[in-house]
């Protein structure tokens, strides 16, 4: 079945980085894009960006411009999203998710999602 | 970007009966070449991650029980349960689609009462 599996939890500092992947499986990696999801600890969900897994092309949302990196390596399908600097409030369940099967980047719903990976910025 | 604004923010419904959570967008998110609502709906439980339950503002994917129904156009939509089961609570989101980014509301928490 198509499935999303995510790293586990991360601990960072303020200003350090954290890097989370995403590997796919029950499907062909390179035929659908990956989004990237985040929720804050009782909060709605916030798009971060995306990742063309067949090209690397990638869209980041304004608010983590400069901040996020998008990449994917396609021999072990898997995508990750890297982001740098660090705050308190990027303490977030992180999602990974796929478009959806019908659906017409980026005009899409996503599905199936990762499990998530909590991302705690503490000091 | 498009606001989606969810009503009301938590609902308390005994079982069995209908439960009706509403979503507002800023601006219409029907695209007139195709008369299709650019509109998901998703169901999320604590601890997991969000479950998509409707798309195109109503139609079910697959796997989704009957009882749950999408309804609307234009700039408001309702999600419908018609009949509260146990394991129906969670809190439930809209997404819009039809512009990047694409943005959801904030969530309405479903509870038994």
């Known amino acids: 079945q198509v499935q999303l599996v995510q790293s586990g939890a991360e601990v960072k500092k303020p200003g350090a980085s954290v890097k989370v992947s995403c590997k796919a499986s029950?499907?062909?990696?390179?035929?659908?894009?990956i989004y990237w999801v985040r929720q804050a600890p009782g909060q709605g969900l916030e798009w971060m960006g995306w990742?063309?897994?067949?090209?690397?092309?990638?869209n980041y949302a304004q608010n983590f411009q400069g901040r996020v990196t998008m990449t994917r390596d396609t021999a072990i399908s898997t995508a990750y999203m890297e982001l740098s600097r660090l705050r308190s409030d990027d303490t977030a369940v992180y999602y990974c998710?796929?478009?959806?099967?019908?659906?017409?980047?980026?005009?899409?719903?996503?599905?199936?999602w990762g499990q998530g990976t909590l991302v705690t910025v503490s000091s | 970007d498009i606001v989606m604004t969810q009503s009301p923010d938590s609902l308390a419904v005994s079982l069995g009966e209908r439960a009706t959570i509403n979503c507002k967008s800023s601006?219409?998110?029907?695209?007139?070449?195709?008369?299709?609502?650019?509109l998901a709906w998703y169901q999320q439980k604590p601890g997991q991650p969000p479950k998509l339950l409707i798309y195109w503002a109503s139609t079910r994917e697959s796997g989704v029980p009957d009882r749950f129904s999408g309804s609307g156009s234009g700039t408001d939509f309702t999600l419908t349960i018609s009949s509260l089961q146990a394991e129906d609570v969670a809190v439930y989101s809209c997404q819009q689609y039809y512009n990047t980014p694409a943005t959801f509301g904030q969530g309405t928490k479903l509870e038994i009462k």
């Open positions: 990742i063309n897994p067949n090209s690397g092309g990638t």
């Open positions: 029950g499907y062909t990696f390179t035929a659908y894009y």
């Open positions: 998710a796929r478009e959806g099967e019908g659906a017409t980047h980026p005009y899409n719903w996503f599905v199936p």
């Open positions: 601006q219409s998110v029907l695209y007139s070449s195709n008369n299709k609502n650019y």
